[in-house]
């Protein structure tokens, strides 16, 4: 009792806010826990800054694997991973998400016999030119412990022939952590604009990486900002390719880039925002719990319940629908919507509770 050793792997940003409450859960049990970051994101500003203010434990280990083709960076991983668990011998892994850190270390993990929880397990985008649904779906497959945000996670993994056993719905984890740091977060709103500002993140290949689809959300973006002040914080890659691809941002003050916000200052300025626009997964989420309309620029989305229940709007890569929507957001008949069953700040407590009850199973 009390000696089960469980290892958490992290990797990039959106990890980062899924394995603290979990960390801390398991940490009330008197778990042994170990926490490896693969190095994937390495940035202050993409990693340091948000351990500091999660308060999460320093990484016993960094595998400083950095950038690359998806290859060689999943390569990277599974090839330092591997030495880690046969040195450290960890009773169960827990990988976060669908970034390649998660199904790199899954797949070690898998080889060696070694049990695999995956937290945010069953979600789909049916679009198998995201990099992130093929981790999502290899990911699944092969672990041994599927916890689900939403319930049409487990009806996709049930679909995918995963064996129910296996499958515990237990809520979303992205929302302990917004939870407990609401109320830090709202006393750094100061950052927001005093007047009505739309707030706006891209990062996915399908949006950035080719230039006209960048060149024309941005001067979409730039159009909004005439009825609204748009606020960007650019993430490296976005960054990156506006320069490489020379897209044009009047400098009027109206639209203004910014280095990508540390957890709470970002959560402070969505919850003040008037809308929200973006390709995030996670801002899908924290958007419906908040109640702030977003329009996400996606032909799908792996989280269905934003738009069913939240506040959540696809408009995909029709930038006609994306301006008459932030303009209907404006007139104050934005979508309203409803926090989903099971997004209470109480995930990860139900995610121990399953993995102590495994252990004695075992
Ligand atoms: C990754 C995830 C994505 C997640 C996103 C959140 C995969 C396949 N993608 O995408 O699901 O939504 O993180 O941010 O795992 N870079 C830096 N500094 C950093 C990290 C990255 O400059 O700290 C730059 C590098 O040039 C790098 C590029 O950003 O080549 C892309 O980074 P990468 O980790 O490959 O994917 P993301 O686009 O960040």
Known sequence: MGSMHVLHVVGARPNFMKAAPVLSALARRGLRQTLVHTGQHYDANMSDVFFQQLELPAPDLNLEVGSGSHALQTAQVMMRFEDVVLSRRPDLVLVYGDVNSTIAATLVCAKLM???GHVE?????FDRTMP??????????IADLLFTPSADGDENLLREGVAP???HLVGNVMIDTLVRFLPKATQQSGNAPSEPFALVTLHRPSNVDEGGMLKRIVDTLVTISRDVAVLFPVHPRTRQRISAFGVRIPDDGRMQLLEPMPYLQFLGVQRRATAVITDSGGIQ???TYLGVPCLTVRENTERPVTTTVGTNILVGEDMQRLESEVKRILAGKGKQGQVPPLWDGHAAERIADVVRSWEHRK
């Open 114 to 116: 070694v049990p695999v």
């Open 121 to 125: 397990a069953g979600l789909r985008s």
């Open 132 to 141: 992130e649904e093929i981790n999502r779906l290899l990911t699944d497959q």
């Open 165 to 167: 056993g296996k499958i």
């Open 285 to 287: 989420e924290e958007t």
